[in-house]
């Protein structure tokens, strides 16, 4: 069954503490892998999609890696207002119409 | 802004009503999703158009729920006989067709069937 973990459930940071975020999945025919970003009461905002292992992708403090089996969302030196649930998604070459999430990793970070 | 649009993005109704939302998509995007998501969850597939065409349908998508996509533009979602489990975020997605879309959401509408 094609499946996506995220771990951890919930990470709290010191302001300026780097940590990465997990996403792992099982899924036949890898087609592209996103990681999007979720404030409270708001839909997912789009960060970066990966499509091949080695692939890397960065923005601002965000860097987004993928291996043929996880994927980690690296923060570094992160600021108050990066708190959010990170939301991670693949999509597969069998059903490319759709995407499937995880759960998602609830990010706090204390200034 | 040209982003997606949902409306209404609040609903309170009774069990039993019938509610229906809409979307708006990015104006040049062909491709149309409709996700659920429960508080603590991701987004869960729902249905998507090509066009105007419903292509594909979750089974999580019973017989009270139907969506619209006319003449390929915006689309309606409606739930019949809302039931309690229905409470949930409904998103709407839009994407062009290129071979690796990417799907860019919109705000959401949240259900609450008292």
């Known amino acids: 069954e094609d499946q996506v973990t995220q771990s951890p459930e919930a990470l709290r940071l010191q302001e300026g503490e780097s940590s990465s975020l997990n996403c792992s999945y099982t899924?036949?025919?890898?087609?592209?892998l996103f990681w999007y970003r979720q404030d409270p009461g708001k839909g997912p905002e789009f960060l970066f999609t990966?499509?091949?292992a080695g692939e890397e992708k960065e923005k601002e403090r965000l860097k987004a890696t993928l291996t043929k089996k996880e994927s980690f969302l690296h923060i570094t030196a992160p600021k108050p207002e990066d708190s959010a649930t990170y939301l991670c998604?693949?999509?597969?070459?069998?059903?490319?119409?759709?995407?499937?999430f995880g759960s998602g990793t609830r990010l706090s970070i204390r200034p | 802004d040209t982003g997606v649009s949902q409306d209404p993005r609040h609903k309170i109704t009774k069990r039993g009503q019938n509610v229906t939302f809409r979307c708006d998509p990015i104006?040049?995007?062909?491709?149309l999703y409709w996700y659920r998501q429960t508080l603590g969850q991701g987004p869960e597939f729902l249905t998507y158009?090509?066009?105007?065409?419903?292509?594909?349908k979750s089974r999580l998508l019973s017989d009270r729920f139907s969506a619209e996509r006319p003449k390929g533009s915006f689309s309606t979602l409606e739930i019949q006989r809302t039931e309690q489990g229905d409470s949930a975020m409904y998103l709407c997605?839009?994407?062009?067709?290129?071979?690796?879309?990417?799907?860019?959401f919109g705000p959401g509408t949240r259900l609450l069937v008292l």
């Open positions: 899924v036949s025919g890898l087609r592209g």
């Open positions: 158009f090509q066009n105007e065409a419903q292509l594909e």
């Open positions: 997605a839009s994407s062009l067709e290129t071979g690796k879309e990417t799907q860019y």
């Open positions: 104006s040049e995007h062909n491709r």
């Open positions: 998604a693949v999509q597969m070459y069998s059903s490319a119409s759709k995407i499937i």
């Open positions: 990966l499509y091949s």
